[in-house]
C-alpha cells in the first residue's frame, strides 16, 4: 500500500511528462546499457530534476548530497557513491523501471506506462520522466561517487 501512496503522491504533485511515444531499450541482466536518446543527458538538468520536489520527487525517499534540501527521505538508500556502486546502465534501469529488480520497491517507475494501478485519467499513457530527464538523471547519478 505504502508504494501506491508514494507513487499516486509523485503523480499529483510532479504531473506526467508530456505524451510521447516510449523509445525502445533493451534490458540486459540487471542494466539498460544503451542510453534511451542516443545521446547522454546532462549533469546540471539532472541534479535539477533530482532536487526538485516538483518533477524527480527523488528526496521524498532519498537523501543526499544537497545540502539547500530540507527534509530529505530515509525511506531509501542515500544518493552518495551511487555513481560508484552501480553502473550507468545499472542506473538508468532502476530509474526507468526497478520493479524489474525488485517487484516490491516502493520506487515508482518513470519511464514505463503499462500495467500501472491508480493512475489518473488524464496521466494515463504518460511516463513521470521523459526519456531524456532520464538520461540527465542517470548522467549526473554517475557523478555521485563519494560513499557516505
Known sequence: M???????LAWTVAGPATAQALRPFVVAGDAIPEPLTGVPGDSARGRAIVVDRQKGLCLLCHSGPFPEARFQGDLAPDLRGVGKRWSEGQLRLRIVDSTRLNPDTIMPPYYRTEGLTQVGRPWQGKPVLTAEQVEDVVAFLTTLKEEP
Open 2 to 8: 505504502r508504494a501506491v501512496v508514494i507513487f499516486a
